[in-house]
């Protein structure tokens, strides 16, 4: 009888098995949402492997002045970490991330670089600093609205990668050797596409052009480039004539060959300047509007910057 009872007790385990697997516990990956495209990328690029990041500004959606929908909501409120730039960026965003369950801003991290918001129209040479101040000297002031572009600059890039993967060993320490491992490798490519993007830049010094609006200061600024101006500073509200003859005057005073335009604003502006003053038109997409989202997407958005300028510039 001593065989079949034990038959019986394997069966009975056997049986049991999926009932006890069902029983244990998941590994649930976190729940995160991510304001834009850029800093999506680097978020996405942090939890290859693991999970997914939702998008709020998705498609060619603008980050100004967007209007969130009953969805954006729900999925605020369901995110168990929300990562933006901060209010000086994503200013609709303020009132309702503070809903959120916790939060992560771009402009908090430290060691962040910030520059204030220039003015736009017609910058001089050397007139797109503050006060004397050089980038890595820069820290905000009381009242002081800061530019928020931060992720063209690299090393700000690899400042927000390493709070995230901080922040998601947190959330979810059972993967915490994989964000600190894709949290190491973007690092590593991050240096990489500096160097790459220093390279590539270096001839184009000295050669002055005119943006559509001003997004652009922690590139220029990190690659020693030479704009002569913005076109305007809200890119939703259109420049004066004023500023648009003081632009003109100076593309040819300064013999700036190239304005460039955004994919989604319309270029009528952009192409009555060059017209005027004899440049070519280019595009640059400084906040990922043409960028499809996932890992690589900072990295695609950071050489399609590097290469427009460098084709416009290069007379290309």
Aim: hydrophobic share 40%.
């Amino acid at each position: 009888m001593r065989k079949p009872l034990l038959a019986i007790a394997l069966l009975g385990l056997l049986n049991a098995s999926p009932a006890m697997a069902d029983s244990a516990p998941s590994i649930q990956t976190p729940n995160v949402l991510v304001s834009i495209k850029p800093l999506h990328g680097l978020v996405a690029a942090v939890m290859k492997g693991i999970a997914e990041p939702g998008l709020i500004v998705s498609g060619t959606n603008s980050p100004h002045g967007y209007a969130m929908k009953p969805s954006d909501m729900r999925a605020l409120e369901a995110a168990q970490l929300v990562v933006w730039v901060g209010k000086d960026f994503e200013t609709w965003l303020e009132r309702p991330v503070g809903k959120a369950k916790a939060t992560l801003a771009m402009g908090e991290v430290a060691g962040i670089r910030t520059l204030p918001t220039r003015e736009g129209g017609v910058w001089e040479p050397h007139d797109h600093g503050h006060d004397g101040h050089s980038h890595e000297e820069h820290a905000k002031e009381d009242g002081e609205e800061i530019d928020g572009h931060l992720w063209l600059d690299p090393d700000n890039a690899g400042r927000l990668v390493d709070a995230v993967a901080t922040r998601l060993k947190t959330l979810d320490p059972a993967h915490a050797a994989v964000y600190d491992s894709n949290a190491a490798e973007t690092r590593q490519k991050l240096v990489a596409l500096d160097a790459e993007l220093t390279a590539k830049l270096a001839p184009l010094a000295g050669k002055p052009y005119v943006v559509f609006h001003d997004a652009h200061q922690y590139f220029e600024l990190r690659y020693g480039l030479t704009p002569a101006g913005a076109i305007t500073i809200d890119p939703e509200r259109p420049p004066s004539a004023k500023r648009m003859a003081a632009l003109r005057d100076r593309l040819k005073t300064a013999g700036a060959k190239c304005v460039f335009r955004e994919p989604r604003f319309a270029g009528s502006t952009v192409q009555a300047l060059a017209e005027a003053s004899g440049a070519r038109i280019g595009q640059l997409d400084p906040e990922g509007a043409l960028v499809q989202p996932g890992p690589d997407a900072y990295f695609i958005l950071m050489r399609g910057l590097g290469d427009s300028l460098f084709d416009c510039l290069s007379g290309h």
